[in-house]
C-alpha cells in the first residue's frame, strides 16, 4: 500500500493532474497498485486559502506520505504579492523542507514527434538523456540575498554558494544513473570565472575516482547551452548546478517537440520523491482543455520507477503513451500535419485505454 500526496497547484495543474488520476485509478482497478491517495494545497491556490503558499497541514501530509504528485503553481494574479508569499516560494520551500535535492529530468524524443521538434531529425532522432539537477541549494537559497538601496539607488544580490558534501552527493546520484545508461557523465560548470564552480569540477573530479567505469567530462555552460542545441546527442547523462540545470533542461525539453511532453522527480536521500511535468501553471491556456497532460502522465511512470519500485507498471505506462502517439494522437503543442488533435481531457482517456 502506497500513499501519495497529490498537489495540483494552479494553473492548469488541475487539468493535467485529473488526467494523471485518471491513470492511478487504472492501475488501481486493473493491477491490484493499492495507491492510496491525499490531496492538498501548494502555490498561489493554498496562498488564496490560507494566506501561504506552503501550509503546514501540507507539509505535514507530505511527510506521512509516501511521494508526491505536483501539477505546477504560479500565475500572474500572485505576481505582486511579497516575493514569500508567492507560489514559487512554497515550491521551494517543499524541496528544501522534503530534502529534494536530486532532480532527474529525462529528455527523451519519441520517435513518432520527430518532426515536432524545432530542429532537424537527423539531429535529434533517437534522443535520450538525462539532466541532473542539484535542486535545495546554490543561488536559488543562497544567502545574503535581497534588494536594498546603496549609494542612492536600488542593489539587488543573490549567493551562489554550495557546501562540497552538497556537490558530492548530487555527483554520486549522476554516476550511479550513469551506470544503468551509456556510463557518461558530463558536469557543467562555469569554473573559468565563478569559484564556486571551481569547487564544483574539483569534487566531480574527486567523486568520478568511485566510478572507474564511468567516463567524466566537463564543459562550460555556455558551451553546454550551445552543444544541446547543435549536437544534443552527444551527451549520456549532464549533472549541473540548480540555476544552470534549470535553464539546460527546458533547453532540452523544445529538442523533443514540446515543453509538455517531459516529466521530472525530484529524491532525497531516502528515495522520497516529488514527481512533476517541468513546465509551468501556463495560466494563458488553463481551463481551455488544451494542455498536454502527457508529462504529468509520464511523471506517474517515474514515481513507479523511482519511489515504488514498480518497474513494470512505469513501462506500461510509457507504452500507452506511445501506443496513443503511433495512432496519430496529438495535442495543440505537438501537432503537426496530419495529426488528429485532442484536447487534455480525450488525451487523457486514451493513455487509460491504452494501458487498460
Not at 255 to 277: C, H, K, R, V, W
Not at 307 to 317: G, M, R, V, Y
Not at 329 to 350: F, H, K, P
Request: with cysteine.
Amino acid at each position: 500500500m502506497s500513499e501519495i500526496l497529490i498537489l495540483p497547484g494552479d494553473g492548469i495543474g488541475q487539468e493535467i493532474i485529473t488526467q494523471a488520476l485518471k491513470v492511478i485509478d487504472c492501475l488501481n482497478a486493473d493491477f491490484n497498485l493499492g495507491m492510496t491517495l491525499e490531496h492538498g494545497l501548494v502555490g498561489g491556490s493554498a496562498y488564496d486559502e490560507t494566506g501561504s503558499p506552503l501550509p503546514q497541514v501540507t507539509l505535514d501530509v507530505a511527510r506521512q506520505c509516501d511521494s508526491i504528485l505536483l501539477g505546477a503553481v504560479g500565475g500572474y494574479q500572485w505576481a505582486s504579492l511579497e516575493r514569500n508569499l508567492r507560489p514559487e516560494r512554497g515550491l521551494l520551500e517543499l524541496r528544501a523542507e522534503m530534502d529534494l535535492f536530486s532532480n532527474l529530468r529525462p529528455a527523451i524524443l519519441y520517435p513518432q514527434l520527430a518532426s515536432a521538434s524545432t530542429l532537424k531529425e537527423e539531429v535529434v532522432l533517437g534522443l535520450d538523456l538525462m539532466i541532473v539537477r542539484e535542486l535545495v541549494s546554490g543561488i536559488y537559497f543562497g544567502k545574503p540575498r535581497g534588494v536594498e538601496v546603496r549609494n542612492g539607488q536600488k542593489y539587488g544580490f543573490n549567493t551562489a554558494a554550495y557546501y562540497e558534501s552538497e556537490i558530492r552527493r548530487i555527483g554520486h546520484a549522476a554516476f550511479k544513473i550513469a551506470q544503468l545508461r551509456d556510463k557518461r557523465v558530463c558536469s557543467v560548470d562555469k569554473a573559468n570565472v565563478l569559484e564556486v564552480c571551481e569547487l564544483w569540477r574539483e569534487v566531480m573530479i574527486d567523486v568520478a575516482k568511485d566510478y572507474p567505469n564511468i567516463e567524466l567530462t566537463h564543459m562550460y555552460v555556455d558551451n553546454a547551452a550551445m552543444q544541446l542545441v547543435k549536437t544534443p546527442k552527444q551527451f549520456d547523462v549532464i549533472v549541473t548546478s540548480n540555476l544552470f540545470g534549470d535553464v539546460l533542461s527546458d533547453c532540452a525539453a523544445m529538442l523533443t517537440g514540446s515543453i509538455g511532453m517531459l516529466p521530472s522527480a525530484s529524491l532525497n536521500q531516502d528515495g522520497f520523491g516529488m514527481y512533476e511535468p517541468i513546465h509551468g501553471s501556463a495560466p494563458d491556456i488553463a481551463g481551455k482543455d488544451i494542455a498536454n497532460p502527457l508529462a504529468a502522465i509520464l511523471s506517474v511512470a517515474m514515481m513507479l520507477r523511482y519511489s515504488l519500485n514498480q518497474i513494470d507498471l512505469a513501462l506500461k505506462i510509457e507504452v500507452a503513451v506511445n501506443t496513443v502517439l503511433d495512432k496519430g494522437y496529438r495535442t495543440q503543442d505537438i501537432a503537426t500535419e496530419g495529426s488528429m488533435v485532442v484536447g487534455t481531457n480525450e488525451m487523457g482517456d486514451l493513455v487509460v485505454e491504452a494501458l487498460a
